[in-house]
């Protein structure tokens, strides 16, 4: 990026930052200056109200029906027997909840089982590399002196055949061409 490009990517990083923070602050801000700006202007005191707790029209004691207030009251045998039941959906909850974690500790356990028998098999295999590894390595170590010895071997013979007149083969071939 350029310098130009930097300075509008961090223009336009500060207009984005102002920007979510007016949105997040200024809802809250408008409401509470609204409020207190109307409660300021307002030419009007407030109304005080005196409103009777009674209905505008009462039903004839006979037409009202009061079954849903019969509902309300409380009956010791029907909360006892509302109470019994709830403590055995608890129950019965509690114990879903036990044969679920405990059928999920069970494939947990399988499942970290397979996991240890698959790091020892590769274990195993490492193990059998790195053995591989080191005979090839000995072996190519017992050839290289072997090799070394060899080279050793044929630089005294051929210096023993040139003490006895030997000439190269090279000569001789360049000759035949």
């Known amino acids: 990026m350029n310098r130009r490009e930097q300075r509008a990517f961090k223009l336009f990083m500060w207009i984005l930052g102002l ?24 030419p009007c005191p407030p109304c005080h109200c005196d409103c009777s707790l009674q209905p505008l029209l009462s039903l004839p004691q006979g037409l009202t029906n009061n079954s849903i ?48 028998k698959i790091a020892s098999q590769y274990q195993k295999e490492a193990d059998k590399c790195n053995s591989g590894m080191e005979t090839c390595e000995e072996a190519r170590e017992r050839a290289e002196a072997a090799l070394e010895n060899q080279m050793k071997e044929t630089a005294l013979w051929e210096l023993r055949a040139r003490q006895r007149g030997w000439k190269t083969a090279s000569k001789k071939s360049r000759a035949h061409k």
């Open 69 to 116: 207030i019969d509902c309300m009251r409380q009956d010791p045998e029907v909360s006892e027997e509302v109470g019994n039941s709830f403590t055995a959906l608890l129950s019965e909850e509690v114990k879903q909840k036990e044969a679920e974690a405990e059928e999920k500790q069970r494939i947990a356990d399988t499942t970290l089982l397979e996991a240890k």
């Open 19 to 42: 920007s979510l923070a007016a949105y997040i602050a200024g809802r809250p801000l408008y409401w509470h200056l609204n409020e207190t700006l109307s409660s300021a202007s307002s």
